[in-house]
């Protein structure tokens, strides 16, 4: 089967004059590497694409490929994460991962938290500032954990990200709103354990891969899985499986989760649980980190005895069944793509 990638590469927008840290959600080249040796090893004929303005020459120059295997972030605007699934779409190309609309509720984090709450899934209230002056809306009890409404890589959450007061917040949201050009969500700071839920399949397939605690360790900025938490993991974070009640609850949350949201083949539901020890529901990634050591998915994975090679095989075969392709002759599927060009 001919499969392309599409991505966003950092060393592709280098030289652009983008800050490092606008490009810290785009994948290293080092990842693609990877992730494109490890499709080839699952017998798909790999065909690299790039990021959407490369997606969009090669389909007017006539490129077809069986499915896409997209894991492209995007630059610009709310909808970014959508424009590759969407351009696919319109070409009638199948692809891994969510859909358009998934991609975009889930990137804003008050829209995915609305629409999760409307389904009864556990997550702390919250308000949405644009101006410092606007902290009096703030309608529940301080300490609070304020970040950036549409950002993801632990940007914009740092230790200053608690505030324990509203003339902290209110220090937190001149610096966040100045710098990310955008919304800040605020939720009652959640002192509990945190866990990061591995998903594969799409609804009732849908499973818990595995549920893995993050604990910081003594150096790590504390309190926050931060950006430079996130960028030092190996020495700053402790992860592992958890199996206890409380894990049970965050697996059985975040699929609830996932599933309300309508994510596709596979992705990662961030929580943090209460001072009661309940899980709350932070964010879902339908396009997940796939760094085969740095990233949570593979990290995860691999903690519960899934090996990269196999992650990446269980979500290629996640999507072939959901588009039918796993039955379809592939000629078929060619000629057909033919006849609709
Ligand atoms: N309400 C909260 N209370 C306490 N800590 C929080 C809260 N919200 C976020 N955090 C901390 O900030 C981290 C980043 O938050 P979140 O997962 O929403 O952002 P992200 O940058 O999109 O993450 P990702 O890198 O997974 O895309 C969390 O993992 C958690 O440690
Ligand atoms: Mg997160």
New binding site residues.
């Given amino acids: 089967m001919r499969v392309g990638l599409t991505y966003d590469m950092r060393d592709d927008y280098r030289g652009t004059g983008l800050p490092e840290e606008a490009l810290a959600e785009f994948d290293s080249a080092e990842t693609i590497a990877e992730l494109e040796t490890t499709l080839r090893r699952l017998g798909l004929d790999v065909d690299r694409i790039g990021h959407v303005r490369h997606l969009a020459q090669r389909l007017v120059a006539g490129d077809r490929w069986d499915f896409v295997f997209n894991i492209a972030e995007g630059l610009k605007g709310r909808a970014r994460e959508a424009q590759v699934p969407a351009l696919l779409e319109a070409y009638d190309i199948p692809y891994v991962f969510s859909d358009p609309l998934v991609m975009s509720v889930t990137l804003d ?1 008050a829209v995915a938290k609305r629409l999760v709450r409307d389904h009864g899934v556990p997550t ?1 209230p919250f308000v949405v500032l644009e101006s410092a002056a606007e902290v009096a809306a703030v309608d529940f009890p301080y300490p609070v ?1 304020a ?1 950036p409404v549409a ?7 740092t230790a200053a ?2 505030c324990a007061s509203p003339a902290e917040l209110r220090r937190t949201l001149r610096r966040l709103l100045a710098r990310y050009d955008q919304p800040v969500i605020v ?5 509990g354990r ?1 866990f ?1 839920v591995g998903i594969v399949g799409t609804g009732a397939e849908a499973k818990v891969l595995a549920v893995m605690e ?1 604990a910081l360790r003594p150096g790590a900025e504390a ?5 430079e938490n ?1 960028e030092q993991c190996e020495s700053r974070v402790a992860y592992g499986l958890a199996q206890d009640g409380e894990a049970r609850q965050a697996g059985e949350t975040a699929l609830a989760a996932y599933r309300a949201l309508g994510c596709r083949d596979a992705g ?1 539901v ?1 929580l ?1 649980s209460d001072a009661a020890g309940v899980p709350q529901f ?2 879902v ?1 339908p396009v997940a980190g796939l760094h085969p050591t740095h990233s ?1 998915l593979p990290i995860l994975a691999g903690l519960a005895g899934i090996n990269y090679d196999q992650l990446l095989g269980r979500i290629v075969a996640a999507c072939l069944a959901r588009t039918g392709l796993d039955q379809a002759p592939v000629v078929t599927r060619r000629a057909a793509a033919g006849r609709a060009a």
């Fill in positions: 984090k702390a954990f970040k950002e993801g890589t632990g940007k914009g959450c990200s608690r939720e009652p700071f959640l002192p945190e990061t993050i309190g926050v899985y931060s950006y996130k990662r961030d943090r932070l964010e990634n949570d």
